[in-house]
């Protein structure tokens, strides 16, 4: 294998470190240049891909609380609402932010939420979608960390670059990021869910269209089969966090790998406007590029901020069946005895869920505290997968079924269109034992969680065989309606299913008579 290069990657660091690199900014512009400069240097064939991309960026916030002489400086969460004279409404302390309410009660909380400036913990879009179903006059979200620099978040429930019937979902109200020290100087005064006192947030963004570069590096291989390598070179601030140790990893990878004979191509994108355009390059390219994607891509790897200062433990995200694979290659290769395998989360580039690519890996490095809690996923374990039974079906794993938001994350889920254009059946999945689970299901046309659903139990059970237990073929689906059972008969190492059978109790619950004389 060809040296990696100390030289190049710290000469990117430095460069890198310089540009505050702002999706549709000079500064990501100029980090575009450097790449596509190093790639000529290098012999390297390299394609440059425009796009118009709509960014949300965030500039400052203020929070100002009755009672209190203290301005608090926030940050604003891109794609809420632009608010330079402020709104000022009563606070309402949300403490049930990230739990899972029944129906009545949630409906009985919120209520007193009506015309309010929420306070919590809980800033993800699904939870600010709920929000706006309720009527709030606006979000501060309490930073639950010890960093004193705030991170830009975002808030869209539209991947990339909105439609104009998508845009419309965007929060209206403002959504803004608080400091913990901060936090700890406001909360002693609020009671939870009580209005005793008033609060002024105002949020500032920059909001339009910008023209983004995606550079692509394409190495050719033996077959027309490839691999893309991903890695998003905007950041929210200076310095090399987020993603400079990303780029400058697969900008090495690019030049030993233009050196070697590849039995399948590889790809190598830097991807514009992640952190203020909701991921609006690579979703973009996935679009543009889908039928190629679909056909010829046999893997992702995504590398997000790896090398981080302090990390000491190696470990990755996926999607795909190869967890148990990608491990014993990163323990042979590192030494490391135990290595963390996790699905891909919110946090992670998802715009490629549409084409079907067999395996999605994000690397990351860990700076691990001692007995930290983890959740290992034998043969990638969870994530998030997607199955046609005659409707399509999304399949989300979880450890925590019942404190799923179904209703709230599914719509979301469901209405991705960038994702799914046809819109889909969303399923959340417990493994409850061999051959058992348990399973929630938000469906489009009902637009609200149900009772059952037969072609997602099939689908959670063939996606459980597939990942997770692949020598049971017989599975008993607890649903909130009550049991349905599923079996099939499946080729060992292939994607073929056949004899699928879904049994379960059956009664009536509607009887009449169609006249066709009144159509």
């Known amino acids: ?218 190495l050719a291989g033996e077959t027309p089969e490839y691999v893309l390598v991903g890695s998003h070179y905007d950041s929210w601030d200076y310095g090399v966090t987020d993603n400079a140790t990303g780029n400058a990893a697969v900008l090495e990878l690019a030049r030993v790998l233009s050196q070697k004979q590849l039995r399948r191509g590889v790809k190598i994108a830097w991807w514009p406007a992640h952190s203020n355009g909701r991921y609006a390059g690579s979703t973009w390219y996935c679009d543009e590029q889908f039928e190629d994607l679909d056909a010829r891509c046999v893997a992702l790897v995504n590398m997000d901020s790896p090398g981080c200062m302090g990390a000491q433990e190696i470990g990755f995200s996926t999607s795909g069946v190869a967890g148990d694979t990608l491990g014993d290659i990163l323990r042979r290769c590192t030494g490391q005895a135990e290595v963390v395998i996790r699905p891909l989360g919110r946090g992670s580039d998802l715009s490629f869920f549409g084409p079907r690519i067999p395996i999605q890996v994000s690397f990351d490095f860990y700076q691990a505290p001692p007995n930290r809690g983890r959740w290992h996923c034998a043969g990638s374990g969870g994530g998030w997968w997607f199955l046609n039974t005659g409707v399509p079906h999304y399949v989300e794993f979880t450890e925590e079924l019942d404190g799923v938001d179904v209703k709230g994350l599914g719509r979301m889920i469901r209405h991705d269109t960038a994702r799914f254009p046809q819109g889909t059946n969303v399923n959340f999945a417990e493994i409850a034992g061999e051959g058992e689970i348990r399973m929630r299901t938000y469906e489009r046309g009902v637009e609200n969680e149900t009772l059952a659903c037969g072609t997602g139990a099939t689908a959670a059970a063939i996606i459980t065989n597939y990942a997770l237990q692949h020598e049971t073929t017989k599975y008993r689906i607890t649903v909130p309606g009550g049991e349905l059972h599923v079996r099939f008969s499946h080729e060992p190492g292939t994607q073929t299913y056949t004899d699928i059978r879904l049994t379960g109790r059956a009664r009536r619950v509607f009887k009449g008579v169609f006249e066709t004389d009144n159509f």
């Open 1 to 218: 294998m060809e040296e990696l290069s100390r030289e190049c990657l710290m000469e990117t660091l430095d460069v890198f470190s310089r540009l505050k690199r702002i999706g549709g900014s000079e500064d990501e512009h100029r980090a575009c240049g450097y790449l596509i400069k190093k790639l000529q240097e290098w012999g390297i064939p390299c394609r440059v891909y425009e796009c118009d991309g709509y960014v949300s960026t965030p500039i400052e916030a203020s929070v100002t609380v009755e009672g209190m002489e203290q301005t608090f400086a926030a940050l604003p969460r891109s794609f809420s609402a632009h608010c330079p004279d402020g709104v000022t409404a009563p606070l309402f302390y949300d403490v049930h932010a990230h739990d899972q309410l029944k129906p009545r009660q949630e409906q009985d909380w919120y209520a007193g939420a009506r015309g309010c400036i929420v306070i919590g913990d809980n800033f993800y879009e699904d939870y600010v979608q709920k929000l706006r179903g309720y009527g709030v006059k606006g979000l501060i979200h309490l930073w639950t960390s010890e960093e004193p620099v705030l991170h830009y978040e975002t808030v869209s429930p539209v991947w990339g670059t909105a439609e104009p019937e998508n845009g419309k979902t965007y929060p209206d109200f403002p959504v803004v990021g608080l400091r913990s020290c901060d936090r700890d100087a406001i909360l002693p005064l609020l009671t939870p869910g009580a209005c005793s006192r008033t609060a002024t947030v105002r949020s500032v963004l920059q909001c339009g269209c910008v023209r983004l570069q995606i550079p692509v590096a394409e």
